[in-house]
C-alpha cells in the first residue's frame, strides 16, 4: 500500500453531537478497509437543578475500543440583562474537568477508559456558580485525539426562573426554527405563570405555544417548554425575537424574562478568500486540481468551489456550521488544509486557509475526493459552537 493510502486508513471518523443535533463525516472505503463510525451521545436527567442538586448525566458510546473519556464542563460568563439576554448567565465562562474520583480541576484529566458502551455520571457543582453550564464528553484516543463529542446543557439556579433557547440564530426561508424555554424549579415549587411571544421585525407579535393566553400554568418544576417549531416560509428577511416572561401565579410579581434573536437572512452568505501553501505564496496556477469543500452539520448536502489561478474561491453558504477544507494539487504535491469549523449567519465570511505542506509524489483527484476531515479540537479550543 502507498503512503498516502495508509494515511487516509489512519483518518478517523468524526460524529459531532451539538445541542441534540449530530453530523458524522467518515473516511470512505479505502483498499477494502473502513474505520468504524464513533457516536456519542449524552443525556441529562432534567433540564435544571440547583449547586447542591445536579442533574445525572447518562452517556452511550460506540466505537473501535480503546477511547477513553473526558468530561469538561464550562459555567456561566458574564453576560448580563438587556437586548438577546437568555434570562441567565450562559456558559461562556470557566472551564473544569472531571477526574475519576469525582473531583474537578483546570487541568484536561481522562474521567474513564471507556470500559462498556454506556454510563451513568452524577456530578457535583464544579464551581458556586448559578446559571447555564456545558457539560461535553469527549471520546478520545491514547494520543488525545477527539473520535466524538457530545453535549449536555444544564441550568443550575437556586431561584425559580428561565431560560430561553432557539435552535438557530440565523437561517433562511425553507428552514424549521425550534424555541423553547427551560423553567427551573427553584429551592421550593410555587405556583408561577408564563407569557410568551414571537415578533417580527415589523412588530408584528404571535402569541405561543398556539396564540392562547399563557404559555404555561402551573407550579413551577425543572422541566423544558417547547414553544415553537415552525417552517420559515415566505418570513420577512431580518430579526425575529422570541420572548418569554415569567410571573408568581400567586401575585403576578415578575420572577424572570428572557430573549433570543433569530435573523432571517434574505439569501445565502457569501463565503470567500484565499488558499495559500505553507511558504504563504497564493496556490492555484498550475494545478490539476483545486478545490475547497463545505459539508454542513446541521443540515444536508455539501458545496464546493474551485480555487482561482488567482488562490480565491468563493461559495454560497446558508447559515450554520460547516466543516471547511481545501485541497491543491500541483506541481509540488497535494496541499492540504485541515478541515476547520466555519460558523455562517447572514455576512459575509472572509477565509485565508493555509495548507500544510505538500506531499511531494503522485497523487489523483480521486485519492483527494477519499481524504476524510481530520480530528477537529475540543469545543471552545477553536471550535464554533453550532448554531
Known sequence: MTRFGKLLLALPSVLFVLGGCSKQVAAPEVGGTEPVPTSLAVTASRPAGTLDSLPDLTWSLQGNAGLSLVVRAQGPGASAPGVGFAGVRVASGPIRYLASNGTWSETEVPYAAVAGEAGTIHPTAPLRLEGEWR???????????MRAVA??????????????????????NGDTVEGSVVLARGGTARPVKL??????????????????????????????????????????????TLVARLFDGANGAPL??????????????????????????????????????AIPLHRPGQRSSSVG?????????????WLVSASVID???????????????????????TAAPPWAWPVTPGAIAAAAPQRMAAPGTGLASAV
Open 331 to 353: 506541481a509540488a504535491g497535494l496541499h492540504r488544509v485541515s478541515t476547520q469549523v466555519v460558523r455562517v449567519g447572514c455576512a459575509p465570511v472572509a477565509l485565508a486557509l
Open 309 to 321: 489561478v488567482d488562490g480565491t474561491f468563493s461559495l454560497g453558504l446558508a447559515p450554520g456550521a
Open 256 to 293: 424572570g424574562y428572557g430573549e433570543q434573536t433569530l435573523e432571517i437572512c434574505g439569501a445565502p452568505a457569501a463565503v470567500s478568500g484565499t488558499v495559500r501553501g505553507s511558504d504563504g505564496a497564493l496556490l492555484g496556477a498550475g494545478a490539476t486540481s483545486a478545490q475547497v469543500t
Open 135 to 145: 457539560f461535553d464528553l469527549m471520546a478520545n484516543e491514547g494520543d488525545g485525539g
Open 151 to 172: 453535549t449536555a446543557p444544564v441550568l443550575l439556579s437556586a431561584a425559580t426562573g428561565i431560560q430561553v433557547s432557539l435552535s438557530a440564530r440565523a437561517a433562511v
Open 195 to 240: 407569557l410568551a411571544w414571537w415578533q417580527g421585525p415589523d412588530g408584528t407579535v404571535i402569541r405561543l405555544p398556539d396564540g392562547g393566553a399563557l404559555a404555561f400554568d402551573g407550579p413551577s418544576a425543572d422541566d423544558r417548554l417547547p414553544l415553537l417549531v415552525r417552517r420559515l416560509d415566505g418570513a420577512a428577511p431580518g430579526r425575529w
